[in-house]
C-alpha cells in the first residue's frame, strides 16, 4: 500500500511541478495507472519519469538523465528505444512488475500543437500476447482462482490464454486439486480473489503460499472482492464447446465460482486491453474426475515435463515430442500432463496413431506439410486482436496451403483411417481463402514493411496503375537525364536518388562552367556538385507522389485482407486444432515406429499387465537394446501389492516409474514401451518418493515425507496406482518401519489399489506372507569375478537379508569389518519388533550369492565379536581386541 501511495503522490508532484502539456498527458496517464510503469511515446522513444525512471534505470541499467534539467521543474528520465522496447518490457515482467504503453494517437506530423496521448494497453505476463515473447511450445496461462468464504463450496479456477483465444474452468474441491491444477498449468500470472478475507487470513496466508510455491516465480496478485462482474456479464457463454480435449462441458452451466473465476479473468485482461474485445474461441470445463490425476509429486518425480537432473530435456515430454507445428508441441505437452479416463476416448485417440502408422510412407510427407504451418493457431488470434502484421499473413497463407497439401494426402487413405482423422470438407479448408492470399502477397511480407511492398502489384488495379506511374517515372528520369547531358554538353552528368536528398543532377568538379545558371545548388561533395531544377523537381513530385499512394493503398489492401481473415478466423482456429490433433498422432506415431512402442489394451478392468516393459528416458540413456525390460502382473482382485527389494542401484526406482509411465502413455492415447501392455483405467497415479531419493527437492524432512504419504492414503481409491519409493526413509529405522509397513497394510488390505512399494526394510518382505493380495519382488543382481553385477531383472521372492553387506564386501570392505557387520546384524534381528508382525511360516528368501563355506579365521573373528559388549569397552580394550583380531587373520 505505501508503495502504492508513493506512486500517487509522484504523480500529483510531476503534475504540478512539470505543468507543459505533455507532462499533464503523463501524469493523467500514470494517475490512471498507479501501479504500472507507465512507457511514455516520445518520437522515437518510450521515456519513464520519476519514479518509474528511477526504478527503470536500477532495473535495466538505463541511464537516468532528467527533463527540464536546472528548472524548478527538472524530473528524473530514462528511455529505451521504441523498436526495442518489448526486450525491456520483457524484464520488466519477469520481475514482476506491470507496464502501461502510453501511445501517440496520430502522426506527430499531421497534428498541430500537442500530440494526443493516452495509455493503449497495459501489460502484464498473464496477457501478453508477443509473438516474440511467449515460449511456443506451452499455453501462456493467466491464473484466477476465487477462494469463496466457504471453501467446501469448492474453489473456483479460470485459465485464460489470450494468444489462443481459449479459456478453461474448474470449480475444485481443495486446496491440493488446486496446486495440482496449477502445477500442471504453470501460468504466467496469477489472480487471487478472497472473499472475506479478513477473517481468514492465516488460511489464506498459507494458500497464497502454496500458490505461490507451485507458481514459482509468479506474480499472484490479489483481487478486492467487491465488484465483481458476474458470469453473465463477462459476456461468455460457457455452455458451449466443441472440443474433445475439454473433458466433455455440462450443458446445464457451469458451476457458480469456476464462473465467477473466469469473469474476474476475463474484467482482467479486457482491463489490460483498454475494454477492446477479444476472441474466446474455446471454451472448456476442467473436471478432476476426468482426467487420470497426477499428483504433484508424481509428476516431478515421474519427470514428466521437466527434469531435476542436469539435463533438463531429461523428461518423458523430449522422448515423445517429435511434433512439428507449434499448436501441435503445446496440444502433445496437455494431453501428457492430463490423460484421460474415459475408454472410447482414449481409444479414439490409440485410433489416430493406428490410422498413421499403417500409412506408412505418407507419414514423411506429412511431417514436411506439418512444419510448414507454422503457429496458425496463434496467428489467426492475432488477426483478431488487431495485431497481426504482414507477416503474419504470410504465416497464415503458407498454413493454410499446407493444410490443403495434408488433408489431400490423408484423402488417399482408406475409408475407415479418413474417418478416425476427422478429415475436414474441403470448404472447410479455407481453399479459397489461401488462394486470395497467395494472389496478393509478395514471397516473404515483412513484419513491418519499409520500403519493400507487401502486396504484387497485380493484385490490384490501382496498384498497378501507382506502379505504372512509378515505373514510367523513373524511365522519364532516365529521358531527362540523357537530355540534360545533351543540352549542357556534360557527358559524365548524373541524375541521382538518396532518401535524404532526394532526386539530384550531380555534375563533377571540372564542369562547373557548363552548369546553366538557372539550377539550384543543393550541395557539394568530394567529387563535385548537386544541382536541381523545376524539370526534375516537378518529375520527383509525381514519382514520390505515386510511391506515397502506393503505399496508402496498400494499407488499405492490407486492413480489407485482414478483415476479411479477421471474419472466417474461427473457423480457422478450429482448422488448427484440428491440424495439432494430427501432428500429436503424428509425432506418436513417429515414436512408436522408432522406438518400438505398442499400443496397449486399454479398458475398464482393474488390470495392469505389462510384458517386457521399459523406462523411455533409462532406456534412451541406456541406448536401443541395453534396457533390460520387465514384466509386471497386478490386479486388483488378485495380486495388487508388490514388495520390491533389492540393493542400491538394483532398479528399483526405475521399475517403479517405468510402470507409471506406460500407465500415463497409455491413458493419453499414446503407444507404450513394452511387448505388450494391458492397462485397465487408473484414476490417479499417486507417488511418494523417500528423503534419499528425493535431494533434489531440498526438502527431506520427514514432516514432509509424511504429509504427502498422508495425502496419499487420503486420495487413493480402488482404481489408483500408487508408488511408493522407499518410504520411511526420513525417520529411524523402527520409526520409519513401522509406517512402511502400516502404509503397504492399509492399501494392500483397506484401498485394495495397485501398488509397487520398493523397500529396503527387509522386514517388510515378510508382510506377503499375511497376504494374499501382496507378493515378494527382487531386482536380481549376481557376482561376477568379485563385482556385483546388475542383471536389473525383477523376479519373484525377496532379496537376500545379507544382501546389503555381501554388496559391501564385493566392494572391498574388509573381512573383519563385515563379520562385525554380521554380527550386529544378527544382534539387530533378535530385537527387531517385526518378527513378531509376519508369521512364523516359511519365508520366500531367495539367496543372491550362493553361501560360501566360513572360513575358521572368521567363525572364531565372529563369535568374539557376538560376545563383544561395545558399551562397557574402553579404548585401550579395543586396541588389544583389534591386535588380536589381527593375529587370528594372520592364521
Ligand atoms: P535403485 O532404485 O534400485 O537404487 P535405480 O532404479 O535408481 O536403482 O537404478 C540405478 C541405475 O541402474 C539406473 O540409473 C540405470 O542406469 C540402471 N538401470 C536400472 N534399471 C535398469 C534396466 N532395467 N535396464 C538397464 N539399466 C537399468
Ligand atoms: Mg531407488
Same mark, same amino acid.
Given at each position: 500500500m505505501a508503495a502504492r501511495k508513493q506512486e500517487k503522490g509522484t504523480a500529483k508532484a510531476a503534475a504540478s511541478a512539470s505543468a507543459t502539456p505533455v507532462m499533464l498527458?503523463?501524469?493523467a496517464a500514470k494517475a490512471a495507472h498507479p501501479d504500472c510503469i507507465v512507457f511514455f511515446r516520445l518520437g522515437d522513444f518510450y521515456e519513464m519519469f520519476g519514479d518509474d525512471a528511477g526504478l527503470c534505470a536500477s532495473e535495466l541499467g538505463l541511464t537516468l538523465t532528467s527533463r527540464n534539467k536546472g528548472k524548478p521543474d527538472e524530473i528524473p528520465m530514462a528511455g529505451v528505444p521504441h523498436h526495442a522496447a518489448h526486450g525491456y518490457i520483457a524484464r520488466l515482467l519477469a520481475r514482476g512488475h506491470k507496464v502501461a504503453i502510453c501511445e501517440q494517437l496520430a502522426d506527430p506530423a499531421t497534428v498541430r500543437g500537442i500530440v494526443p496521448r493516452d495509455v493503449v494497453r497495459v501489460i502484464t505476463p498473464g496477457t501478453w500476447t508477443d509473438a516474440d515473447q511467449v515460449g511456443e511450445r506451452e499455453n501462456s496461462w493467466l491464473c484466477s482462482v476465487v477462494v469463496p468464504q466457504k471453501v467446501a463450496d469448492g474453489i473456483g479456477l479460470a485459465l485464460l490464454d489470450l494468444t489462443t483465444a481459449e479459456l478453461l474452468v474448474a470449480q475444485l474441491a481443495d486446496s491440493s486439486e488446486l496446486m495440482a491444477e496449477v502445477s500442471r498449468a504453470a501460468p504466467r500470472e496469477l489472480l487471487l480473489e478472497v472473499e472475506?478475507?479478513?477473517?481468514?487470513?492465516?488460511?489464506?496466508?498459507?494458500?497464497?503460499?502454496?500458490?505461490? +510455491?507451485?507458481?514459482?516465480?509468479?506474480?499472484?496478485?490479489?483481487?478486492?472482492?467487491? *465488484?465483481?462482474?458476474?458470469?453473465? +456479464?463477462?459476456?461468455?457463454?460457457?455452455?458451449?464447446?466443441?472440443?474433445?480435449?475439454?473433458?466433455?462441458?455440462?450443458?446445464?452451466?457451469?458451476?457458480?465460482?469456476?464462473?465467477?473465476?473466469?469473469?474476474?479473468?476475463?474484467?482482467?485482461?479486457?482491463?489490460?486491453?483498454?475494454?477492446?474485445?477479444?476472441?474466446?474461441?474455446?471454451?472448456?470445463?476442467?473436471?478432476?474426475?476426468?482426467?487420470?490425476?497426477?499428483?504433484?509429486?508424481?509428476?516431478?518425480?515421474?519427470?514428466?515435463?521437466?527434469?531435476?537432473?542436469?539435463?533438463?530435456?531429461?523428461?518423458?515430454?523430449?522422448?515423445?515430442?517429435?511434433?512439428?507445428?507449434?499448436?501441435?508441441?503445446?496440444?502433445?505437452?496437455?494431453?501428457?500432463?492430463?490423460?484421460?479416463?474415459?475408454?472410447?476416448?482414449?481409444?479414439?485417440?490409440?485410433?489416430q496413431v493406428q490410422a498413421l502408422l499403417e500409412a506408412g510412407s505418407i507419414r514423411r510427407e506429412l511431417r514436411d506439410h506439418l512444419a510448414e504451418?507454422?503457429?496458425?493457431?496463434?496467428?489467426?488470434?492475432?488477426?483478431?486482436? *488487431?495485431?497481426?502484421?504482414?507477416?503474419?499473413?504470410?504465416?497464415?497463407?503458407? %498454413?493454410?496451403?499446407?493444410?490443403?497439401?495434408?488433408?489431400?494426402?490423408?484423402?488417399?487413405?482408406?475409408?475407415?483411417?479418413?474417418?478416425?482423422?476427422?478429415?475436414?470438407?474441403?470448404? +472447410?479448408?479455407?481453399?479459397?481463402?489461401?488462394?486470395?492470399?497467395?494472389?496478393a502477397l509478395v514471397e516473404r511480407p515483412q513484419a513491418q514493411p519499409k520500403d519493400t511492398p507487401t502486396f504484387l502489384s497485380t493484385y490490384d488495379a490501382e496498384l498497378t496503375r501507382l506502379s505504372e506511374l512509378r515505373n514510367s517515372g523513373s524511365e522519364r528520369m532516365v529521358a531527362l537525364e540523357s537530355d540534360l547531358r545533351q543540352r549542357t554538353g556534360i557527358a559524365s552528368l548524373r541524375v541521382r536518388f538518396t532518401r535524404v536528398f532526394g532526386w539530384y543532377v550531380e555534375v563533377s568538379r571540372s564542369q562547373q562552367g557548363k552548369v546553366p545558371t538557372a539550377w539550384r545548388r543543393k550541395q557539394t561533395v568530394a567529387g563535385g556538385e548537386r544541382f536541381t531544377l523545376p524539370e526534375l523537381d516537378d518529375l520527383a513530385a509525381e514519382i514520390l507522389g505515386a510511391e506515397e499512394q502506393y503505399r496508402v493503398r496498400e494499407q488499405e489492401l492490407l486492413g480489407a485482407l485482414l478483415l476479411e481473415v479477421a471474419s472466417r478466423a474461427q473457423h480457422i482456429h478450429h482448422l488448427a486444432a484440428w491440424l495439432a490433433g494430427i501432428d500429436v498422432a503424428l509425432s506418436l506415431a513417429h515414436v512408436a515406429t522408432e522406438l518400438g512402442y505398442v499400443r496397449p489394451v486399454v479398458d475398464d478392468s482393474d488390470e495392469l499387465v505389462i510384458q517386457d516393459g521399459r523406462h523411455p528416458l533409462v532406456e534412451r540413456r541406456a541406448g536401443l537394446g541395453r534396457f533390460v525390460p520387465n514384466d509386471v502382473t497386478l490386479s486388483v482382485r488378485e495380486q495388487h501389492l508388490w514388495i520390491i527389494s533389492g540393493p542400491n542401484m538394483a532398479g528399483k526406482s526405475t521399475f517403479l516409474r517405468q510402470v507409471a509411465l506406460i500407465v500415463i502413455l497409455a491413458q493419453m492415447g499414446a503407444y507404450v514401451p513394452a511387448a505388450a501392455a494391458h492397462v485397465g483405467i487408473v484414476d490417479r497415479v499417486l507417488s511418494r518418493v523417500g528423503a534419499s531419493d528425493n535431494l533434489a527437492g531440498g526438502e527431506s524432512t520427514f514432516m514432509v515425507e509424511m504429509r504427502e504419504t498422508a495425502a496419499i492414503l487420503r486420495g487413493a481409491t480402488s482404481r489408483s496406482l500408487v508408488i511408493l519409493d522407499e518410504v520411511g526413509r526420513g525417520t529411524s529405522t523402527y520409526d520409519g518401519l513401522s509406517i512402511a509397513w502400516a502404509v503397504a497394510e492399509h492399501l494392500d488390505q483397506v484401498v485394495r489399489c495397485r501398488t509397487l512399494f520398493a523397500t529396503h526394510y527387509h522386514e517388510l518382505t515378510e508382510l506377503p506372507q499375511s497376504s494374499a493380495t501382496a507378493a515378494n519382488m527382487c531386482v536380481s543382481a549376481r557376482e561376477h569375478e568379485g563385482a556385483v553385477v546388475f542383471l536389473h531383472r525383477v523376479v519373484p521372492g525377496a532379496?537376500?537379508?545379507?544382501? %546389503?553387506?555381501?554388496?559391501?564386501?564385493?566392494?572391498?570392505?574388509? +573381512?573383519?569389518?563385515?563379520?562385525?557387520?554380521?554380527?550386529?546384524?544378527?544382534?539387530?534381528? %533378535?530385537?527387531?519388533?517385526?518378527? *513378531?508382525?509376519?508369521?512364523? %511360516?516359511?519365508?520366500?528368501?531367495?539367496?543372491?550369492?550362493?553361501?560360501?563355506?566360513?572360513?575358521?579365521?572368521?567363525?572364531e573373528l565372529r563369535t568374539i565379536l557376538s560376545e563383544l559388549d561395545v558399551d562397557r569397552l574402553t579404548g585401550i580394550e579395543a586396541l588389544q581386541l583389534l591386535a588380536r583380531m589381527k593375529g587370528l587373520l594372520r592364521g
Open positions: 498527458q503523463h501524469a472475506d478475507e479478513d477473517t481468514r487470513s492465516t488460511e489464506v496466508e498459507l494458500l497464497r503460499a502454496a500458490l505461490g +510455491e507451485v507458481a514459482r516465480g509468479v506474480p499472484v496478485r490479489s483481487v478486492p472482492s467487491r *465488484g465483481v462482474p458476474s458470469g453473465d +456479464e463477462a459476456g461468455v457463454d460457457l455452455s458451449e464447446s466443441e472440443s474433445e480435449d475439454l473433458a466433455g462441458l455440462p450443458r446445464d452451466g457451469t458451476p457458480r465460482w469456476a464462473r465467477r473465476a473466469a469473469a474476474r479473468a476475463l474484467a482482467y485482461a479486457r482491463a489490460c486491453y483498454k475494454e477492446r474485445e477479444f476472441p474466446v474461441w474455446r471454451l472448456g470445463q476442467l473436471r478432476a474426475s476426468a482426467v487420470l490425476g497426477i499428483d504433484r509429486s508424481a509428476a516431478s518425480h515421474l519427470e514428466l515435463v521437466s527434469s531435476s537432473s542436469d539435463d533438463p530435456s531429461a523428461c518423458l515430454l523430449s522422448v515423445i515430442d517429435h511434433t512439428c507445428s507449434p499448436a501441435g508441441a503445446r496440444l502433445l505437452r496437455r494431453r501428457l500432463l492430463a490423460p484421460l479416463v474415459d475408454v472410447a476416448a482414449i481409444r479414439r485417440r490409440q485410433d504451418v507454422g503457429d496458425l493457431e496463434r496467428v489467426v488470434v492475432r488477426v483478431s486482436l *488487431g495485431e497481426a502484421n504482414p507477416r503474419d499473413l504470410g504465416i497464415l497463407r503458407r %498454413g493454410l496451403l499446407a493444410a490443403e497439401r495434408i488433408a489431400l494426402a490423408l484423402g488417399t487413405l482408406d475409408a475407415a483411417s479418413r474417418d478416425v482423422l476427422a478429415l475436414p470438407p474441403s470448404s +472447410e479448408l479455407s481453399a479459397d481463402l489461401a488462394e486470395h492470399l497467395s494472389r532379496a537376500s537379508r545379507s544382501y %546389503g553387506i555381501e554388496v559391501a564386501r564385493l566392494a572391498g570392505l574388509s +573381512e573383519l569389518v563385515l563379520s562385525r557387520a554380521r554380527s550386529l546384524l544378527a544382534t539387530f534381528e %533378535g530385537r527387531a519388533p517385526a518378527r *513378531g508382525l509376519a508369521s512364523a %511360516g516359511q519365508s520366500l528368501q531367495l539367496d543372491l550369492f550362493s553361501p560360501s563355506a566360513p572360513d575358521p579365521a572368521s567363525t
